[in-house]
Structures are given as structure tokens and as C-alpha cells.
């Protein structure tokens, strides 16, 4: 089993930044991948990010490219987001995910995922 735990949501103004952490624990040591999804109020779960965990290439929806980036570190178990130039469509909940299988998948989908985070809400207001 795999626990991740976010942290680093809130409130904040349009145009502003926010870093999101992502806390990994347990059997962390078959992680093929992470990524970051998120959910706004009556709208399904959408990707944001992903990122292969040994090799470091990433993934972004084109909503956030160029604003968001993900990072990690292997060592530490943990994958941050960060969030710039936040825009009122980016309030939601967002969800750091772990991927343990090597699927030929992309990781944009989310059931390719095993274990999922509790969720931390972004609020951006205009």
C-alpha cells in the first residue's frame, strides 16, 4: 500500500501562485509514475500533470502549460506543483495520484492510477 498526502491548497487572487506537496509513504518503492488531477464542482476529474518517476519526463494539459510545472524527489518521496499565473477556472480539488504498473497507457487517464491522495482545495478568485 501506498498513503499521499497533499498539502499546500488555498485561497488565493488571480494571477497568483501556490505550490502544492505531494507526500508519498509506504510500499513507495515500485512508483512508476505520478501525476496530478484535479476536480471543480460539478465537473469530472480532469488531468494536469504527470511525470515518469525515474526518468523525469512530464506531461501537461495545454490549460496548464506553461503556468504549472511538477517537480520531484526521489529521496524525499515527494512531487510538488506549481502553480503560476492561477486563473479563476483553476479552483478546484486537486489530487496527487501514483501509478505503480507499467501500462502502455498514457498518463493522462486516471483509472491507470493505484492509489490516490485525500485531495487539497485551490481557490483562485478574480
Known amino acids: 500500500q501506498v498513503q499521499l498526502v497533499e498539502s499546500g491548497g488555498g485561497l488565493v487572487q488571480a494571477g497568483g501562485s501556490l505550490r502544492l506537496s505531494c507526500a508519498a509513504s509506504?510500499?513507495?518503492?515500485?512508483?512508476?509514475?505520478m501525476g496530478w488531477f484535479r476536480q471543480a464542482p460539478g465537473k469530472e476529474r480532469e488531468f494536469v500533470t504527470a511525470?515518469?518517476?525515474?526518468?523525469?519526463?512530464?506531461y501537461y494539459a495545454d490549460s496548464v502549460k506553461g503556468r504549472f510545472a511538477i517537480s520531484r524527489d526521489i529521496a524525499k518521496n515527494t512531487v510538488w506543483l506549481l502553480m503560476n499565473s492561477l486563473k479563476p477556472e483553476d479552483t478546484a480539488v486537486y489530487y496527487c495520484?501514483?501509478?505503480?504498473?507499467?501500462?502502455?497507457?498514457?498518463?493522462?487517464?486516471?483509472?491507470?492510477?493505484?492509489?490516490w491522495g485525500q485531495g487539497t482545495q485551490v481557490t483562485v478568485s478574480s
Open positions: 495520484a501514483s501509478r505503480t504498473k507499467n501500462v502502455a497507457l498514457p498518463l493522462t487517464r486516471a483509472d491507470t492510477y493505484d492509489y
Open positions: 511525470m515518469y518517476w525515474n526518468v523525469g519526463v512530464t
Open positions: 509506504g510500499r513507495t518503492y515500485n512508483t512508476y509514475a
